[in-house]
């Protein structure tokens, strides 16, 4: 069978358990658990075609392991596979009449969700088309770049986990904790280093398929776009619920740079409302 079209079943079957999960249970994170898993099964099946003897494709299949890997463990910690629903979904049922969620979960979170995890990895049927080409020195530096973002989320996520338990602690001892959300390490140069990070590694994954295909102009970008752009739609949506519950995250986001870091800008002086 042609190994994109594995890929596609594989996809097809994700997507319907996810569904019939997400009805039976209500709960609408099962995309979110799978996300580090599925890019692994479809890029092991892209690299098993060929019986793992391509190197290009190995190694794009090993290095999105070490993502897979790395964010299933911070996942889980998290209390991501213990039922625990992704607090946005909560949100939105509210803001939504039941039909209107079902719809959406149907399309956004199981479909389009599922599209975009195949997308990402679409590069390495670019590399599986041209697997003729030799593993060059662009190869080895684009696996390093990877792994480095890599090495980047994770002090993200963990500069966050050490300070939700700090956060933690303080209210468990009936203390205010202060400040309210983390604001130094990466995130005084970023509001979201991670997803950062994130976004990177799957250029990296695409720029990976051009070096097979000696060309940018490949159409398998559409997976970093689509990406670029959940992600872009994903912190707006956090962040308007982050402002309801702390008014104090507009000044920080007036000096600190959304997602791509940057040095912090002065924020804005606040003006008196009193004449």
């Known amino acids: 069978m042609d190994p994109l079209l594995v890929v596609v079943v594989t996809a097809g079957a994700a997507s319907v358990l996810a569904l019939l999960a997400s009805l039976v249970t209500r709960d609408y994170s099962w995309v979110d658990r799978s996300w580090s898993i599925v890019p692994i099964v479809y890029a092991v099946e892209l690299a098993g075609s060929v019986r793992l003897r391509d190197p290009r494709l190995d190694v794009m299949a090993i290095v999105i392991a070490t993502w897979g890997a790395r964010l299933t463990f911070n996942f889980a910690r998290k209390g991501g596979y213990s039922g625990v629903e992704d607090y946005r979904w909560a949100v939105l049922r509210a803001r939504m009449p ?27 049927w670019t590399a ?19 792994l480095a973002c890599t090495a980047g989320e994770t002090v993200a996520d963990q500069q966050q986990w050490d300070f939700q338990s700090w956060k933690a602690a303080e209210i468990a001892a009936e203390r205010t904790p202060q400040p309210q959300f983390l604001q130094e390490g990466l995130f005084r140069y970023s509001r979201h280093p991670a997803y950062f990070f994130e ?33 872009i739609g994903s912190t707006r949506f956090t962040e308007s619920i982050t402002i309801s519950r702390y008014p104090e995250y507009s000044r920080y986001q007036q000096r600190t740079s ?11 002086p606040i003006t008196s409302t009193v004449d």
């Open 128 to 146: 599986y088309q041209h697997r003729s080409h030799s593993y060059g020195i662009v190869d080895v530096i684009l696996a390093v770049l990877f």
């Open 199 to 231: 976004v990177a590694q799957w250029w990296v994954i695409f720029l990976m398929g051009c070096s097979a295909a000696g060309s940018l102009r490949q159409w398998s970008v559409i997976g970093a776009v689509l990406l670029t752009l959940l992600f």
């Open 258 to 268: 959304a997602i791509i870091p940057w040095l912090p800008r002065r924020p804005e």
């Open 98 to 124: 039941r039909w209107q969620f079902q719809i959406f979960n149907v399309f956004f979170i199981v479909l389009y969700q599922n599209f975009i995890l195949v997308a990402i990895v679409l590069p390495l």
